[in-house]
């Protein structure tokens, strides 16, 4: 007997979860695209968040704040993603401590187990990174982010686009002095604490 009103409950939550998607997809989507450079990854994650949304909502499993927590797993999700790549160097950023030991970006982020705070930490710290380069002119970011985040060579940026390779590098070397120059009062806060 009470079957029929199960089977409407499911209905209307289904509805439900689709109009959070319908709503929150683009806003969610930019988010995470944002963080992430390649945009199959970025979309991966978009679909694994709503995946992960329908299966609470299947397990019945109460979400309080639905925007808040698909932000929280999103974020996790990208987390998880930068920890299954291996890191890129910032080769031409590095940075030596006063033993002359170089350190990688990685050295400066407090570490993803380390606790919520941390990871609250790193969270702001990437963000930092991203609008310094989001705050490049056009051109050296394109290189900035092929070489060091994508891995890719200058000899195979400058076969797809046409620039010549010394061109690319000067372009990265200004990306480079200008996120040392913006990103440097950062760097001074970790030094100190």
Known sequence: MDEPSSITSMTERDRQISEIIAEERSRLRNFIRRRVPDP???????????????????????????????????????????RKKKPEPFSDAAVEDEDGQVLQIEDFLPSPDAGPEALYARNVLLDELESAVDELPEEQRKVFVAHELEGRSFKEIAAQTGVGVNTLLSRKRYAVLHLRERLQSIYDEFRKG
């Open 40 to 82: 199959a990854d970025a979309e991966d994650i978009v679909q694994e968040v709503f995946y992960e949304l329908v299966e609470a909502n299947r397990l019945l499993m109460p979400i309080e704040h639905v925007t808040g927590w698909l932000f929280r797993v999103a974020r996790n999700r990208i987390t998880d993603l930068f």
